[in-house]
């Protein structure tokens, strides 16, 4: 049906909304704006960048890199960008683990709740999900066994809501509770989170800590499926009624053999019984894999520039 003037208006206003809040219109192609977050707390050296950027430096990629910036002289935000991924980085204690961009948390946070909700984060890592929920007024709830994880964690929530170095920079509008014990158990009542969050474990491709309780340190791909499938489900039983459980996951590699790791998601989500909500294509900001042509066409394997984001709800 044709719109009137009044509704055109309305809707026009609306736009301009969505445009405010979130800095584009949301598609099923998602590009976050990666140089937001810039003061969020990370690990530095265990960052697959930093640890990509190590090992590359003495590599010859000519004068050039594929970007066609000159080798010598890049800054540190050139650099970040160069390096940003690289799945060949991750492995063993000295690996580089996966970073969750701060500006991508940003928009599930706020597209799937409200300030003053409570969200639990079931695999929280050293993550930076934390600090975000905790700026855009949301109650965060954090589970992870890495004794080294949740050490940095319980140091970075000092600092955030003031009560270490007072270096608070906004108002202790929310509330931090970590729970350094596995997932697979939540202390939380049934139907008692508003939205759960999280980016799973990837198998053991990369090195999260020797703890027993590690869902995939030392076990068989089907034990570790039937671990993450042990906390969707507890996901599923403390979630309110119509609200959004999202899994940040990406497929993946391990001795040449093509892990579907979004695929078994999607079917661990429906199992426990949540409804398939969406699926969202999440583009990176760049690929060190673009760096390697004569890999990429030897192999026939393309080089990886998404990830996805798995939408149940309950």
């Known amino acids: 049906m044709p719109k009137d003037m009044s509704s055109l208006i309305e809707s026009r206003e609306i736009r301009a909304g969505v445009l405010r809040k979130y800095g584009f219109i949301p598609t099923s192609v998602l590009e976050p704006d990666y140089s937001w977050g810039r003061h969020i707390i990370e690990f530095d050296k265990r960052k697959q960048q930093a640890v990509a950027q190590l090992k590359h430096q003495k590599m010859d990629y000519g004068d050039k890199t594929s970007f066609g910036e000159k080798k010598e002289g890049l800054s540190k935000a050139e650099l970040d960008k160069t390096f940003g991924m690289s799945s060949q980085n991750v492995r063993g204690k000295t690996g580089g683990l996966s970073t969750f961009p701060p500006a991508l948390a940003k928009f599930i946070v706020e597209f799937y709740s409200e300030k003053g909700d409570l969200i639990l984060d079931p695999c929280c890592g050293h ?86 309780e590690q869902l995939g340190y030392n076990k068989e791909y089907g034990d570790f499926l039937q671990g993450i499938r042990s906390v969707i489900n507890e996901c599923y039983r403390v979630l309110k009624i119509g609200k959004y459980c999202i899994f940040n996951v990406n497929d993946f590699r391990k001795e040449g053999i093509f892990y579907p790791y979004h695929c078994e998601i999607v079917k661990l989500f429906q199992n426990v019984g949540f409804h398939l909500h969406d699926i969202i294509i999440v583009k990176w900001a760049s690929s060190i894999g673009a760096c390697f042509a004569s890999q990429i066409e030897s192999r026939k394997i393309t080089s990886k520039a998404h990830e996805f984001l798995i939408v149940g709800r309950k």
Not at 140 to 161: H, L
Not at 172 to 189: C, D, V
Request: glycine residues 4%; aromatic residues 12%; charged residues 30%.
């Open 127 to 212: 993550n930076s999900r934390m600090q975000v929920c905790y700026e855009l007024e949301r109650n965060y709830i954090g589970y992870d066994v890495s004794k080294e994880f949740m050490a940095f964690n319980r140091e970075v929530k000092e600092q955030i809501t003031g009560k270490g170095k007072q270096l608070a920079m906004f108002s202790p509008k929310a509330t931090i509770t970590l729970r350094e014990q596995t997932s697979e158990h939540l202390e939380e009542k049934d139907e008692s989170i508003d939205m759960c969050f999280t980016s799973p474990p990837y198998f053991d491709i990369e090195y999260y800590g020797d703890e027993p």
